[in-house]
């Protein structure tokens, strides 16, 4: 599987951060659906079940994380991303209970953004070769 | 089912090399080391990880510290050593890599340990992406 032919599902509230980055998805990946709040963000997971999943954490409604540990829960192998400016340690503790795949750095380094996004398509190969893929393909 | 090196050597076909074993053990550590400033590592935190997931005893993992205090880390060497024995193997060095993504985050972490993390990653992958 390539970055090309995953579905992205984007979660972030600040609007100038999301038309930035959903043009960059957009010209990489086969489909992006957007969301600006994790209540949305998993109200849209559950409609599209998308690959791979990139959120903010602090947002409004419902945070990132609370966001991604309902994802979890319906889908332990769900590939999701999360960004960071790696400032508090309480967010780390619950991420790694969370078994979260990646971190992005904030500021956005482009290039190590999509090695990012790359390193987790080949994560959802390895699921998808112990038959742990959430959609079993 | 959880990663650890058990999962990984199982999967090398000299998993009966003890010598082998160790060879690997110190390079993961050493990596590890990499990402995490080792004068920082918080010992109650690490000693039961580096036992879970590298089967490193607290003694052997205090000689490599040593040995890599005395000594300047050559990165690109410990990558290609692990690559080769993990075969360069796509999803045995996903695997490798879940592991050191979990010591990268376990005692908090910094942005500058990540970004250690993810040029070390991206060694290991660079053919694969």
């Known amino acids: 599987m390539r970055l090309k032919k995953c579905s992205i599902l984007y979660v972030e509230d600040d609007k100038t951060t999301q038309e930035l980055i959903k043009e960059i998805l957009i010209s990489s990946c086969r489909e992006v659906f957007v969301a600006n709040d994790g209540k949305e963000g998993l109200a849209l997971y559950k409609e599209k079940q998308p690959d791979i999943v ?20 319906l889908h332990p192998s769900q590939a999701i991303a999360l960004f960071t400016a790696f400032s508090k340690s309480s967010f780390l503790k619950k991420a790694a209970e969370l078994d979260i795949s990646t971190y992005i750095m904030k500021p956005l380094d482009e290039e190590q953004f999509f090695n990012s996004l790359k390193y987790m398509v080949l994560e959802i190969e390895v699921s998808m070769r112990k038959g742990t893929a959430k959609n079993g393909n | 089912m959880e990663t650890n090196l058990k999962n990984i050597s199982n999967l090398i076909n000299n998993q009966n090399n003890l010598e082998d074993e160790k060879k690997f053990k110190i390079a993961s550590a050493s990596l590890v080391c990499a990402i995490v400033d080792i004068a920082q590592i918080d010992h109650k935190k690490y000693c039961p990880l580096f036992k879970e ?39 045995q060095i996903m695997e490798f890599l879940k592991i050191l993504n979990k010591f990268a985050i376990a005692n908090g972490c910094t942005a500058k340990s990540y970004r250690e993390f993810e040029l070390i990653r991206d060694k290991f992958l660079r053919e694969f992406y």
């Open chain 2, 53 to 91: 997931k590298l089967n490193l005893e607290q003694n052997e993992f205090e000689q490599i510290r040593n040995e890599i205090s005395n000594d300047a880390l050559n990165i690109e060497d410990k990558v290609n050593y692990i690559k080769s024995a993990l075969e360069n193997n796509m999803f």
């Open chain 1, 54 to 73: 990139l959120s903010d954490i602090a947002m409004p409604h419902m945070d990132g994380l609370e966001m991604s540990e309902e994802i979890k829960k």
